[in-house]
Each structure stands twice: as structure tokens, then as C-alpha cells.
């Protein structure tokens, strides 16, 4: 059996517990194996189509055919590490590409991003933290505990890029919390991706798996027309997920 059946024979979390990050050293995992990882884990939910079945309305208001809650995967710490060890392939190549020295800081967000960012450090074994969330706008990150050097190279890795809305903050708030500029390194890092966005500030996001998901607003959701409920992950994850 190669690593790379490993994955999609895995038939349960027990099964995706025996995987490390070690067997897939000279591997890529594919966006199929990403898929499964997060489906075993209850991470991942998109639509039947059928509007009997609810549909997802997001922070923002708006109606969405899918959602991904990759924590639920990145709690099991071999699966983090073989995320962030996955990562790290792909940003290692990016940057033999482009002549580019490793990071000196890994910095994620608060909440989800602190795993994946701590785990994907400890390959370059370089520094590490995350952003607090605005207890008030929690849009907002701030940065408070840290000061970075002006020659450090800081790399950003999220565990969900969805609507590049959060890499920015983290940037914003870093270069606010920050006495001297903060040089970032010229992409980001995301286990996931179901964005349409594919940079930020023209950096290139390097992911692990895309998923096409369909976010609208309330009045021009299909899925509302025809009768289809809107519940909330966070709050009716197993309704939605188990209709
Ligand atoms: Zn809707």
C-alpha cells in the first residue's frame, strides 16, 4: 500500500489518528485527501442541492453553500503537523523558485490559524504568534505581546482563507502593533481555500485544496426562494451537517 491510498482508505478518525507527517515526506497530499481528512473529522459541509435540506448563513449575513470548520481536523495533532508539514513543502518550493530566505516569524489568527501557524514554525523553527481578536470588532486583530525587526521576514498562515478578509486584518494589525515596517514575505499560507481571491496585496495564497462554495446575499439566495432554511454553523452544525 503506498501513503498515498493511506489517506482515502482511512475510514475513520481512529484511522486518520495512525497517519504522521513523516510518511508523506517526499509526497504532496492531494486536494482529494485534504477533502476526506476534513470529512472524517466533521469538518466539512457543503449542499445537497435539495432545498428541503438548510443552508448556511455566515457571520456576514450572507447565505452559503458549504462550510468548513478545519479546527475540527487540526485539533487531532498529527493531522496539524501533517497539514502544516504540507505547507511547508509547498512554501519551500516557492521560495527556491523565487530566491526567497525562510521566515523568521510564523504569525497566525485567533483562533483557528494558532494551531496550523505554531505547527508550520516548528518546521522552520523560527518564532511564533498569533493576533487577538477585538474584543469588541472582532474583525479586528490586534497585535500586542511581540515587536518584530525591521530585516525579519514574517510568513501568514490561516487555516481557511474564505474571504482574504482575515489575512488582512492580521497584516493591518501587526503593522499597527508595530514600532518599526513589517516585511511579509511575498505570499500566504492556507490549508484551505474557498475564496475567489487568489492573493493578497498581490501575494499569491498557497493552499492545500480548494472548494467552490457559493456565498450570496439573503435577497438573491436561491436556496431561501425555495424554501431552504438558513441556520448557522457555529451555533446548528449538526442540523445542517445531519439534516
Ligand atoms: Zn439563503
Not at 505547507?87 to 523565487?98: G, P, T
Not at 496550523?116 to 474583525?139: I, M, N, Q, W
Not at 486583530?141 to 481557511?160: A, C, D, K, S, Y
Not at 474571504?163 to 503593522?175: F, L, N
Request: overall charge negative.
Amino acid at each position: 500500500m503506498n501513503h498515498r491510498t493511506t489517506i482515502l482508505d482511512a475510514q475513520s478518525i481512529a484511522d486518520l489518528r495512525e497517519l504522521s507527517y513523516v510518511n508523506f515526506g517526499d509526497h504532496d497530499i492531494s486536494p482529494e485527501e485534504v477533502r476526506h481528512i476534513l470529512e472524517l473529522c466533521d469538518a466539512a459541509w457543503t449542499h445537497s442541492g435539495d432545498p428541503k435540506h438548510p443552508h448556511a448563513v455566515l457571520r456576514s449575513g450572507q447565505c452559503s453553500t458549504g462550510f468548513f470548520d478545519v479546527l475540527r481536523a487540526l485539533r487531532f495533532t498529527n493531522l496539524c503537523r501533517l497539514f502544516a508539514h504540507q505547507l511547508a513543502r509547498k512554501a519551500n518550493r516557492f521560495m527556491a523558485q523565487h530566491g526567497l530566505q525562510p521566515p523568521d516569524w510564523v504569525v497566525g489568527s485567533d483562533h483557528a490559524g494558532a494551531a496550523l501557524s505554531h505547527s508550520v514554525a516548528e518546521f522552520y523553527g523560527c518564532e511564533h504568534d498569533f493576533t487577538r481578536k477585538h474584543p469588541e470588532d472582532p474583525k479586528q486583530q490586534l497585535w500586542e505581546r511581540f515587536q518584530i525587526g525591521p530585516t525579519q521576514r514574517v510568513l501568514n498562515v490561516e487555516e481557511l482563507v474564505t474571504t482574504t478578509g482575515t489575512v488582512k486584518a492580521v497584516r493591518k494589525g501587526i503593522r499597527d502593533g508595530n514600532l518599526t515596517e513589517v516585511m511579509f514575505m511575498p505570499f500566504a499560507l492556507t490549508a484551505v481555500h474557498r475564496s475567489d481571491e487568489e492573493t493578497v496585496e498581490d501575494h499569491p495564497i498557497l493552499f492545500l485544496a480548494h472548494f467552490d462554495v457559493k456565498t450570496c446575499d439573503q435577497a438573491e439566495c436561491e436556496l431561501c426562494a425555495a424554501g431552504s432554511k438558513r441556520l448557522s454553523p457555529k451555533t446548528h452544525w449538526l442540523e445542517l451537517t445531519q439534516p
